[in-house]
């Protein structure tokens, strides 16, 4: 699969990138208040994905697990609005991933937590991850 940086990446480095990024988050962004923000939206993420597996044929395998697919929405929209993705449109609520919303909000309240927990993590990588390929 290849990324936005013209670059290869295999499937085993690119969990990597996204369980060090996950990581990350997870300890800036719980630390935070009493509550635990990215573990909350994390598993907001996981119920999600399991939600949409539903509908997966038995005929069809699983690239990932639904945990890393959890992951990799949770890292991979933090990141996108991190670098400058256009909020999500409020009209688009009803029909829309409810996590969008929750990792906009992450980023734009606690900006400065998620920069720290990205620094020296290669966004480009994550950026250009594609669910459908690491799915195959």
Known sequence: MTNTASNKVTKAEALKVINKASSE?????????WSKLYTDYLKENIA?????????????????????????????????????EKAPDVACYSYMRKSVFTAYSLVALYREYVEKALKGIDLE??????????IK
């Open 25 to 33: 988050l997870a300890y800036a962004l719980d630390n935070i208040k």
């Open 48 to 84: 999600e994905e399991k939600s949409h597996d539903r509908f997966r044929g038995d005929s069809i395998s699983r690239g990932l697990t639904i945990t890393e697919a959890g992951k990799l929405f949770a890292v991979k929209q933090i990141v996108e609005y991190y670098l400058g």
């Open 125 to 134: 990588v994550i950026n250009g991850l594609d669910y459908c390929e690491l």
